[in-house]
Each structure stands twice: as structure tokens, then as C-alpha cells.
């Protein structure tokens, strides 16, 4: 049995590596003599469940203003994305051409040459246009290897009616989080205030900027993870479950806290504007305006959620360089950001698209633009996506009670510190 | 069902080859006419050509990647200094050769002692269980019941199932917000058990959801192992007046042993290096609780990044050997009570 698995994965692995190998041909493509672009366009989208619908009609879009470009839409799921593209792109086949890459990406496939460089080509249009922040994830060595093409942040999400009828304002702070969580328990036992994200560290940033931290000092060459801040944030997660504040999982972590919100288990989780779509489709929220957003409660040093979002990158192997160049043009381009506002609330990372009125006119957009002028900047090192790893482990462990918030912080760091050899 | 298959395929194509080559030695010495080593020729040449397919096939699938990943190992290679071709631009390899500078630090690191402790504990258990379950139930299905048929099948259902798709399954119900077990559990007025969430339970899980996987494979060579029992032996101890308790103490174990050695052998291996219920399960959390040497290894050159391959290979090529060295002591141990295999 386990070795006839063993067999049929290779004998798939094969197969998809000859259909792979085979596939690549059809990809020649440019401009022909008239300057029309031709060929085919793989396009590796990791937009979630809820968004994948739009974005597939988006990006097939494209061919209406280029006939003769076939444009492969494959949806990839997010947690698999970045391995996936790894794999292809290191050996060399079945890498697409253009792919959505999250922020903190970037760095790390330029670092490793899979990545384009975009200055002077057609895929930058209008570089002044964009929101000065997204524009810092797109750079590597002074290059530009991306283009901007959703921004985000993080903000509690909460259920209006759920907090009213338990009587419960809006937190603000940790402390005002608490007592709503202990109202919410006490009028319905066995439901919470809070979804905790225990399996995904990127949650757990929004803690440790409210106390200050941060993972490292870019600038500064410097891990400040394992500084008192990072410890603070280790024990506030652990405080919040260990009080019944929160509830948490250590795996499954988004389903159930999808799942959780939308069936009004919790009243409160912590999530960006990617949320939006797949929340409002749940039992509780028929009546959209019964989603709450409101900043990330503050910690003791203040409030501070991280900088997140998408940008588009190309593939510097890629057969068609010139269509995916004017592909990645064209996702990033003010009309489609403007689509992705209008049907799944996502910031738009072009000036100019905020002006628009069905843009300016979204509440979402109107709560999250200023969370997002106010949001804290990740370190965009090749090692940013690497740094979430030590975390993740020392999260579950903290909240497992296997260790306690100082060993933790203490180990993260000297995670950090085998990655980064010149940092202090 | 596939492992038996392949173990007799390669046993027959053993015997074959001695066979072609015990033929030649058989007939040559009498009469080394040209006809006679022509034919023997011919015996001992189909017997290889028989064979060269199989040889070049693990030459290609296990020999290459063995010798590569054993000279990775010594290496310190990782995602940003292998060769590697972009589209038209090649990026040629910049790794060096740092001798066992790898196995050094891993050796040296308490990660490895750590998983290793729980990679025992887990192989221990996992056999332990699986074997005592496996052959509970195949003495109980080795006699004439009703509906023996039926047990039979249904206790070989796990095996059809695709690994994967039952350990999705159990995740399901081990889920503890919404998972059956924990609803079963409120119904009986008891507190929700975090399954795959507390570092404690998700060892028992993960332990249980093998063994469940593990069973039907141990039943089955237990039921052979037994079937193989002369009659005549229980009717004699019967006679004799032994109980039941020893009738099994000492002529269906000792039967059973040339069955049992086999099958732990193989059991232990496959536990040893059981990724799939592992990795799906918990992802070797929570942290990296449930994390047994394989795991650990995809994570160095999957995960982290850069994808750390010198030092994912040092850990393959230690548990390689810590599995060879394991069967070496194990086969040493049966043959110490005499058995032959």
C-alpha cells in the first residue's frame, strides 16, 4: 500500500514533469511584424475562494484588448503558491508567466533571479501613481520586480449585533478587548469574544507592533524580536486564550475562524480586507451592514497592524516576455484595481483609483485607506517570508504551554539569527 | 496489497536468475561442448537480460538520487547556490564542498535528538499497537463465525482507502470545533478535547490514526501466519489438557514468529518514515510537536528559505542509516533464535 503510493506519486510526478516539459511550447509568442502581442499568457493567481470568480473574468479581460494573446488562468492556493512557484522556477519548468506575489515574495524570488526586472518595460505605467508604500515591496537592489496591485492592512472585524446584545462596545485597547470577550461568554456560555489565529504568525504581528516590536531593524542590521516587546507579544497571545478571551487552533486556523465568525460562534476576529467577500457570504451576516471594522485594539505601546497586499511579478523565464509585461500592465492598470474595489472591497494601490467615486464611496475602503497609511512597514530583506516560520513554531508552543514567552522570543531570535549571518 | 506484489515479483525474478545460473554451473563441468555453453550462454544471458530492467530502473530511481543526495550532504548547497537555467539565463552552481561539517551541526543540535526521541517513541507505539490489535483480531477471525467473511473485508476497508483521503477524514473529525468527536463527546456532557491542538493529544492522535491505517496490513499477515499453524498441534495440546491462554503461549506465537519478525521489520520502517500521516494531519504541529525525522527533513528543503538541500540530505542519509542499522541488529536478533528469512 505505502510503497504503491510512493510508486503512483512518481509515476505523477513524471507525468506531470513530461506534460510540463511539453507544455512549454506553446508559449512562443510576441510581437509580430504589426507590433500586436500573440502567444499564450500563464497566469498563477492566488486570490482566495471568495475572490478567485472575479478575478478569473479579469484576467481573461485582458484578451479582449489583445485577441491574439491566450491568457492560462490557474488558481493556486495561497499556502501552496510560493513552494509551488519555488519548484518550478528553480527547475526550470512549468513556471507561469505572470504570478500574484504577496509583498514579502519579491525580495525573496528576485534574491534567487526567478524574477524580471520590470524598469523600462511596459509592464510600469504611470509610476508616480502609486501608493508610495506599495511601491516599496516591489524593489530589490534598487530594481523594480513587481508591480503594485492590492494594499492592505489588518483591523478587527467584529459582529455588530453580537457585541450590542451582550452589551459590549467596540474595543479599543487589549484590556477593553478582554471585558468584551468575558460579556460576550457571559451571556451566551460556550460562544467567545475573539478568533485567535494560533497557526498563522502573520496574525501575529499586529500584537507585537502594538507593543512596539518588531521581527527585525532592517536598517539598524539589528533582530528585535527577542527584545522585551517581542516577549510582551508572546504573552499577550497567551494571556488572551489562557483567559477565554479567544479561542484558537493550532491547524485548520482560517477555516474555523471563518467558519466561527460567519456562524456567530465569536463575535471578533482580526483579519484584512481579503475577508471581506468570504464574510459577508455567512449566516451572520446577511445583512452586510452587520460586519463591523474598527482599528486593531492597541497594546501597551499603542496600535499597529502590519502593511500587507499584492503585487504582480513576471517570471524571468518566461517564453513571452512582452505579453506578460502588458499583462501585469493590465492587472495592475486603474480599471481593473477599480473592479477589485467595487466587487471585493480591496484597496486599490493607485492615487488615482481613490478618486474615483464607486471607490471613495466603499466603506471598507473609507475605514482601511487611513489604517493602511497608518500601517507598519515589513522588512522587505529576501528573508522577510522566512522570518514567519520561527514564529509560527513558537506561537503553538506558547499557546500550548510547551515553553514560556521569554524562552520563546529568546528562540525566535536565535532563529532569525542563523538566517540573517550579519545582523547583530 | 501492493507490497506483497512487488515482494514476490522481485522474489521470483530472484530465483530465476539463481536458477539460470545454477543450471550452467549444473551442466558445464560435465561436458563443456559448444553446445552445451552456447545454451548455457543463452540460459545465463536471458537470465540477465531479465534482470537488467529492474537494475537500470533502481539504478535510475534509487542509485542516482542516493549518490547525489549522499554527495549534497557534504555540501553546502542551498536554493540560492545550485545551478539553475531561467528561461534563457543560466546560473551556474557556487556551492562548495565542506565535508561533514553538516552532519556535525545537525549531531550537535538538540532539534535532531529531540525528533529523534519522538520518532522512536512514535515507531514504538505505532508497531506496538498495530501488532497487538492486528493479531487480537486475526485469532479472533480464525475460526468458523458467522459473518466471517464480512469482518474480514471490513477490517481490510482501511487499506482501500487512500491514505491520504482517510487522514483528511480524521482530521475532520478530530477538528475540535466542529469535528464528531468532540460532539460526541458534549453530548455525554464532557469537556471538548483539543485533538490536534494540544501537544499531548496530538501525539495520541496522530499514534491512533496510524495504527487505525496500520491494522489491516498486520491482520492480514497474522491471518496468513495462522492459517500456516498445523491443526494437529491444538489437538494434541488439548489433549494434553493445555488451556487456551497456553495454547497461544506456545504454538500459535512461536508459529507465528517467522510471520511476526517479517512484518515488524517491515511495519517499523514504514512507521519510521511515515510522512503523509504526519505532514497531513498536524503538519508536525502544534509547533513542532508531532514533527518526526522525515517531516523535519521536508521542512529544511521545502519551507524555510533559502531551501536548505545540504542539509535536508544529511538528515535523509541519517536516517537511512539509522534504519539499516536498526534491520542489521534486527535480523541479527531473529537469527539468534533461529529463525530464517
Redesign the interface.
Known amino acids: 500500500m505505502r510503497r504503491g503510493i510512493a510508486a503512483t506519486a512518481l509515476v505523477a510526478a513524471l507525468g506531470l514533469t513530461t506534460a510540463a516539459c511539453g507544455g512549454g511550447g506553446d508559449n512562443q509568442g510576441g510581437t509580430d511584424s504589426s507590433g500586436e502581442l500573440s502567444g499564450t499568457v500563464t497566469f498563477w493567481d492566488t486570490s482566495n475562494e471568495a475572490e478567485k470568480a472575479t478575478y478569473q473574468s479579469l484576467a481573461e479581460g485582458f484578451t479582449k484588448l489583445h485577441p491574439k494573446v491566450k491568457v492560462k488562468y490557474v488558481n493556486v492556493p495561497f499556502g501552496e503558491a510560493n513552494a509551488k512557484f519555488k519548484n518550478a522556477a528553480g527547475g526550470n519548468s512549468g513556471a507561469p508567466d505572470v504570478m500574484r506575489t504577496e509583498v514579502a515574495w519579491v525580495a525573496d524570488f528576485a534574491s534567487l533571479g526567478y524574477l524580471a526586472p520590470l524598469d523600462g518595460t511596459r509592464a510600469i505605467e504611470n509610476q508616480g501613481d502609486w501608493l508610495p508604500q506599495a511601491a516599496a515591496s516591489t524593489k530589490f537592489d534598487d530594481k523594480t520586480y513587481a508591480v503594485p496591485q492590492v494594499i492592505d492592512t489588518m483591523a478587527l472585524f467584529y459582529n455588530k449585533k453580537m457585541l450590542k446584545d451582550a452589551g459590549a462596545e467596540v474595543p479599543t485597547t487589549l484590556e477593553a478587548l478582554k471585558d468584551a470577550s468575558a460579556k460576550v461568554s457571559k451571556k451566551w456560555p460556550g460562544k467567545s469574544g475573539l478568533y485567535l489565529r494560533g497557526d498563522d504568525p502573520y496574525w501575529f504581528l499586529s500584537f507585537l507592533y502594538g507593543e512596539g516590536g518588531d521581527m527585525v531593524d532592517a536598517k539598524g542590521k539589528k533582530i528585535t524580536i527577542d527584545d522585551p516587546s517581542g516577549v510582551r507579544a508572546y504573552k499577550t497571545i497567551k494571556d488572551l486564550v489562557d483567559s477565554k478571551a479567544a479561542i484558537t487552533d493550532a491547524s485548520d486556523g482560517w477555516n474555523n475562524m471563518q467558519n466561527a465568525f460567519k456562524s456567530g460562534k465569536v463575535a471578533m476576529m482580526l483579519n484584512g480586507p481579503w475577508a471581506i467577500a468570504d464574510s459577508r457570504s455567512g449566516a451572520e451576516f446577511k445583512d452586510p451592514k452587520n460586519l463591523g471594522i474598527a482599528p486593531v485594539p492597541a497594546g501597551s505601546a499603542g496600535q499597529g497592524s502590519p502593511q500587507g497586499g499584492w503585487n504582480l511579478s513576471v517570471y524571468a523565464g518566461s517564453k513571452n516576455l512582452d505579453a506578460s509585461y502588458e499583462f501585469a500592465k493590465y492587472m495592475s492598470s486603474a480599471k481593473v484595481q477599480q473592479t477589485t474595489t467595487e466587487k471585493l472591497s480591496l484597496l486599490p494601490t493607485r492615487l488615482s483609483v481613490y478618486t474615483k467615486p464607486s471607490v471613495s464611496g466603499n466603506e471598507m475602503v473609507q475605514f482601511f485607506k487611513p489604517a493602511v497609511d497608518k500601517a507598519v512597514e515589513r522588512p522587505w530583506i529576501p528573508q522577510g517570508n522566512a522570518l514567519f516560520e520561527p514564529i509560527r513554531l513558537q506561537m503553538a508552543n506558547v499557546l500550548g504551554g510547551k515553553t514560556t514567552p521569554e524562552k520563546a522570543a529568546q528562540e525566535t531570535g536565535d532563529a532569525y539569527r542563523k538566517m540573517l549571518k550579519d545582523y547583530k | 496489497?501492493?507490497?506483497e506484489t512487488?515482494q514476490s515479483v522481485a522474489k521470483a525474478a530472484g530465483a530465476r536468475s539463481a536458477r539460470g545460473r545454477g543450471h550452467r554451473t549444473d551442466n558445464t563441468p560435465g561436458s563443456p561442448g559448444p553446445g552445451r555453453l552456447r545454451r548455457a550462454l543463452s540460459t545465463h544471458w536471458y537470465a540477465w537480460s531479465m534482470v537488467a530492467p529492474v537494475v537500470a530502473v533502481i539504478g535510475v530511481?534509487i542509485g542516482y538520487p542516493l549518490v547525489r543526495g549522499v554527495y549534497l550532504s557534504l555540501t553546502d548547497a542551498n536554493?540560492?547556490n545550485?545551478e539553475?537555467?531561467?528561461?534563457?539565463?543560466h546560473?551556474p552552481a557556487t556551492y562548495e564542498f565542506v565535508g561533514l561539517e553538516n552532519y556535525k551541526a545537525v549531531l550537535t543540535d538538540n532539534v535532531f535528538w529531540d525528533r529523534l526521541g519522538w520518532t522512536v517513541v512514535w515507531t514504538v507505539s505505532c508497531v506496538a499497537l498495530s501488532f497487538t490489535l492486528g493479531l487480537v483480531l486475526a485469532t479472533m477471525l480464525n475460526r468458523k463465525i458467522k459473518g466471517r467473511t464480512f469482518y474480514r473485508m471490513a477490517l481490510i476497508l482501511p487499506?482501500a482507502v487512500?491514505?491520504f483521503v482517510s487522514v483528511f477524514t480524521w482530521?475532520l473529525l478530530f477538528?475540535?470545533?466542529?469535528g464528531l468527536f468532540n460532539k460526541l463527546l458534549a453530548g455525554g456532557g464532557i469537556d471538548a478535547i483539543?485533538w490536534?491542538?494540544?501537544?499531548t493529544w496530538?501525539k495520541v492522535s496522530v499514534i491512533a490514526v496510524n495504527v487505525w491505517l496500520g491494522v489491516p496490513?498486520m491482520l492480514v499477515a497474522m491471518l496468513g501466519g495462522l492459517q500456516s499453524i498445523p491443526g494437529e498441534l491444538y489437538e494434541a495440546a488439548e489433549m494434553d489438557g493445555a488451556t487456551a491462554w497456553q495454547r497461544f503461549r506456545h504454538i500459535t506465537l512461536p508459529g507465528l514468529r517467522p510471520v511476526s519478525g517479517t512484518v515488524i521489520l517491515l511495519s517499523s520502517i514504514?512507521t519510521f518514515n511515515?510522512f503523509?500521516v504526519i505532514f497531513l494531519l498536524?503538519?508536525g504541529?502544534?509547533?513542532?510537536?508531532t514533527e518526526i525525522l522525515v517531516t523535519y527533513a521536508y521542512k529544511l528543503s521545502?519551507?524555510?528559505?533559502?531551501?536548505d538541500f545540504a542539509g535536508s540530505a544529511a538528515w535523509g542519509v541519517l536516517i537511512l542509516a539509522l534504519l539499516s542499522l536498526f534491520a542489521v541488529a534486527y535480523r541479527r536478533a531473529l537469527r539468534k533464535q533461529g529463525d530464517m528469512w
Open positions: 496489497m501492493a507490497v512487488s530511481i536554493e540560492a545550485v539553475r537555467t531561467i528561461g534563457i539565463n546560473i487499506w487512500p491514505a482530521r477538528n475540535e470545533r466542529s483539543s490536534l491542538n494540544d501537544p496530538a496490513f514504514w511515515m503523509p498536524t503538519r504541529g502544534p509547533g513542532d510537536a521545502f519551507v524555510v528559505s533559502p531551501r
